[in-house]
């Protein structure tokens, strides 16, 4: 099993190549650790999200996801480190035209290929944690962002991935859903099973759930202590 | 069939009654024209082979295209482009999920069945506004225009719709899905690639049309 899942040396990212977003990204990602990356709006936070999934380039420099170089990765391997990755995007981005138990089941029915009953009794243990029983046959249009981010969060986790990712998890949360998040990523530190890296605009008050805590600048992370 | 499937074939099958509109017009203008023109030519012994030929062979398949470019191309390039601009294409990517499995070809496979339905059905009714028209317009006994179709109809008449309808339904659907991937981020991409699209889509079936009309002609 490999221990260091994704490991970015001097790589430069950014939408083009001759306008980069951030310079020189060192970053290591070892098992079980918990991360939170802060920094300001625009500055490339969600480009970093892109490019570990395979959706933007690294320009220069190296990257490699769960042992696997990056560089040119073909389909299979996008689709490899994509499966061993649960995301949260930024504004929860739901499918409009799916409903909400759709949308959860969309990477377990589609990426996993899991029987529609066996996605059923995964989604079990989240229901009443999230207050989802009476959403599931709703489409995201109707529901409210707080909602929409808590579908977000389970679609994110309910294939229970080695790496989950939450892009700006607290914006549009109330304190409800943020005790609700906190609660599962508290679960998730005493099971040791999945480790979370978490970007975010704004100064985190739980500081001591994570290992490690970085600011992103343009010319890379800064570890703060 | 396909849970993501069957919206995408209901969507096309809903367009029943303005393909039944134009197909009950176009049909009774067919045999109108045949019925008085061809009796001048002393040809009238033709007359159940080329209202076959033309309903089936012709317009149907091209007016039905035309009718399912006009409904399906624009919803479906809006669709895809909306995708794109709400960061829900690169969110199933992103999941890990085919967005080609998941997305591209059920728009494909359901706005092709759906087409190649549609051809069959408007030359149905067609033939139904050909009788009316046979009957009410031409003092003509449906009885005698059924036995000129009869003794006239080849197995080419349903194979060809089949193919014209498979030729059409594929430039429809591939032309929107191209043109729904290309939009952007930005919103304002979706109406311009939704126009071109349309204008595309139009363009490439009146080209197939051509084709098939002169390499028809030659065989």
Not at chain 2, 165 to 185: A, D, E, F, M, W
Request: hydrophobic share 50%.
């Amino acid at each position: 099993m490999v221990d260091t899942l994704l490991d970015f040396q001097d790589a430069v990212i950014g939408y083009e190549a001759d306008i980069p977003l951030i310079s020189d990204l060192n970053l290591r990602i070892t098992r079980g650790s918990h991360v939170v990356i802060t920094g300001s709006c625009g500055v490339g936070k969600s480009a970093i999200v892109k490019t570990i999934l395979g959706l933007l380039n690294h320009w220069k420099g190296e990257y490699y996801a769960f042992g696997r170089d990056m560089g040119n990765p073909s389909a299979p391997l996008l689709s490899y480190v994509r499966k061993k990755i649960g995301i949260l995007p930024d504004r929860g981005i739901l499918l409009q035209h799916l409903t909400v138990f759709q949308n959860i089941a969309l990477p377990l029915r589609y990426g996993h290929f899991v029987p529609l009953e066996k996605v059923t009794a995964l989604l079990e243990p989240f229901l009443e944690e999230f207050h989802l029983e009476d959403l599931l046959d709703s489409y995201p249009s109707s529901l409210n962002l707080d909602q929409i981010k808590k579908v977000g969060f389970v679609r994110a986790l309910i294939n229970n991935p080695d790496l989950c990712i939450l892009d700006d998890p607290f914006e549009g949360l109330d304190d409800e859903g943020i005790e609700a998040f906190w609660r599962r990523l508290t679960l998730i530190d005493s099971e040791k099973e999945i480790t979370v890296l978490v970007f975010t605009r704004k100064s985190m008050n739980r500081k001591s759930y994570f290992n490690h805590r970085y600011h992103l600048m343009s010319d890379g992370l800064h570890e703060v202590s | 069939m396909n849970s993501f499937l069957l919206p995408i074939v209901a969507a096309g099958l809903a367009a029943l009654p303005i393909i039944s509109i134009v197909a009950l017009l176009v049909g009774a203008g067919i045999v109108a024209e045949t019925g008085i023109e061809l009796p001048k030519l002393g040809i009238q012994n033709l007359m159940g082979a080329i209202v076959l030929h033309v309903i089936f062979g012709i317009v149907g398949p091209f007016a039905t295209a035309l009718i399912v470019t006009a409904r399906s191309t624009s919803g479906l390039a809006v669709e895809i482009g909306n995708m794109r601009v709400n960061g829900e294409l690169d969110t199933i990517e992103m999941l890990g999920v085919n967005l080609s499995n998941f997305l591209v070809t059920p728009r494909l496979v359901g706005i092709v069945i759906s087409n190649i339905a549609l051809t069959f059905y408007f030359g149905l009714i067609a033939m139904a506004g050909g009788f009316a028209m046979a009957l009410m317009g031409l003092s003509m006994p449906i009885a005698t225009l059924v036995r000129m179709i009869e003794t006239s109809i080849k197995l080419s008449d349903l194979v060809l719709p089949f193919l014209e309808g498979l030729g059409y339904g594929l430039i429809i659907s591939s032309v929107s899905v191209y043109h729904g991937l290309r939009v952007k981020n930005s919103p304002v991409d979706v109406p311009r690639e939704t126009t071109l699209s349309l204008v595309s889509s139009l363009s490439l079936c009146t080209v197939m049309l051509s084709l098939y009309l002169i390499f028809s002609s030659l065989a």
